[in-house]
């Protein structure tokens, strides 16, 4: 892949909760991204209407029924006060050919297909609650010609992440192992959709089914987990990438944003490499707090850039 030259694409996956801060991110994108960088988003048919003032010259809005095979079905959601009172009903549920499938397990297939159809050679993962902050350079995220893979080496070593590597591991057709020696998880991730394809295609070979319905299949599993182990560690991935344990985004996970003097501790936080941040929804931040935190963290990127400060 030429190092100066990669395709750009940038994937969201939302629904209409997240409009609000989905469209916030959709702006940013138009200011910070050049005009040959695609966002698409990817979101529930009964959506569209709602996210079409989205859509623009690079700017995409598709349903995520077109991505999915047929007999994959989302259930209409019951009453706000059901869904209070039953935990289990609180996620969407989809009807599918292996049986019901929690809403977090569909969203992770969903951005597998979404990230195997993008047309470019490198896909940003960008959650509805992330934005970017300063231009983004597309010669960075290929260094070496490679697409760059989070990887922090020896993190997220935690009970509740391990049955995800664990999950990864037998999905892959490899031996046991509860841990692949780093942690692949975080926002602005980076993946290269034709190793995607690979994925995909190596998880129906050892299943011996689509792979959706492999994956349907699965209690839990983690998608950042199953595709770094397969593109970092597991020998299999037939294009090389470049581990990095920088992450791209200035996350507020185990910052206080609901103070002045905490939101200051996070702006100052910010480093050179950070090409955007989030302020995750379940802040419960409204917009104007949230955008004056972005507005901020834009004013010190600014300053790196300047050499101000």
């Not at 040959?36 to 959506?47: A, G, K, N, S, Y």
């Amino acid at each position: 892949m030429p190092a100066d030259t990669p395709r750009i694409g940038i994937l969201t996956c939302s629904f209409a909760g997240d409009f609000p801060l989905c469209r916030t991110l959709a702006h940013s994108v138009e200011r910070f991204a050049g005009p040959e960088v695609l966002h698409r988003i990817v979101v529930p048919r009964r959506d569209l209407a709602l996210f079409g003032s989205l859509a623009g010259p690079r700017t995409e809005v598709i349903a995520q029924e077109t991505l999915l095979p047929r007999g994959f079905l989302n259930l209409p959601r019951p009453p706000g006060a059901i869904r209070r009172f039953i935990p289990a009903l609180r996620r969407e549920i989809y009807l599918t050919p292996v049986g019901l499938v929690r809403g977090w397990i569909m969203q992770q297939i969903v951005k597998f297909a979404a990230a195997a159809a993008m047309p470019c050679d490198v896909v940003i993962h960008a959650d509805s609650d992330t934005c970017l902050i300063r231009p983004l350079d597309p010669a960075a995220l290929v260094p070496g010609g490679r697409v760059r893979l989070y990887a922090l080496p020896g993190e997220g070593r935690l009970d509740t992440h391990l049955p995800w590597h664990a999950a990864a591991a037998e999905l892959l057709g490899l031996p046991p192992c509860d841990y692949f020696g780093a942690d692949y998880i975080g926002s602005l991730i980076t993946w290269n959709p034709e190793s995607v394809r690979a994925l995909l295609a190596r998880l129906e070979s050892v299943a011996g089914v689509p792979w959706t319905r492999a994956l349907a299949r699965r209690w839990q599993f983690s998608e950042y987990i199953l595709y770094g182990a397969y593109a970092g560690r597991s020998g299999l991935c037939p294009l090389p990438h470049a581990p990095s344990s920088r992450s791209l985004c200035h996350s507020s996970w185990g910052h206080d944003v609901h103070s002045p003097e905490g939101v200051a501790r996070f702006v100052a936080a910010l480093e050179p490499h950070h090409l955007g941040a989030d302020v995750q929804s379940t802040e419960g931040l409204d917009a104007p707090a949230r955008e004056a935190i972005f507005a901020a963290l834009e004013a010190r990127a600014a300053a790196f850039q300047s050499g101000t400060r």
